[in-house]
């Protein structure tokens, strides 16, 4: 089974950084992509960056410039800076995780994590 945990987030002023991490589980496993969606009330969830195996990301187009994704391959960690943040960055922030192979078995997915919120307010 695979696992994955979030952590960081909190309240941040408008302007402000915050920084976000997650880890899955599986000592011997190899992660496709890794990265982070997020979901405000009353809205679907979004793409907000994610990064493949080979390091090629993708960013949704209001947070370019201002947040930056990054992996630890060997610790299966995924993490998000965040900078310059407004309001509207203000969401629960889930980690995914995407085709999972753990000891030469596929787990496919994709793996959620159960969110962190993230608040921007003065």
């Known amino acids: 089974q695979v696992q994955v945990v979030e952590s960081g987030g909190g309240v941040a002023q408008p302007g402000g950084s915050l920084g976000l991490s997650c880890a899955a589980s599986g000592s011997d496993s190899n992660i496709n992509v890794m990265g982070w969606y997020r979901q405000a009330p009353g809205q679907e969830r979004e793409l907000v960056a994610v990064?493949?195996?080979?390091?090629?990301?993708n960013y949704a187009d209001s947070v370019k410039g201002r947040f930056s994704i990054s992996r630890d391959y060997a610790n299966h960690t995924v993490y998000l800076q965040m900078n310059t943040l407004k309001p509207e960055d203000t969401a629960d922030y889930y980690c995914?995780?995407?085709?999972?192979?753990?000891?030469?078995?596929?787990?496919?997915?994709?793996?959620w994590g159960k969110g962190t919120l993230v608040i921007v307010s003065s």
């Open positions: 990064m493949s195996r080979t390091g090629s990301t």
């Open positions: 995914y995780v995407n085709g999972v192979v753990i000891g030469g078995v596929f787990y496919g997915g994709p793996y």
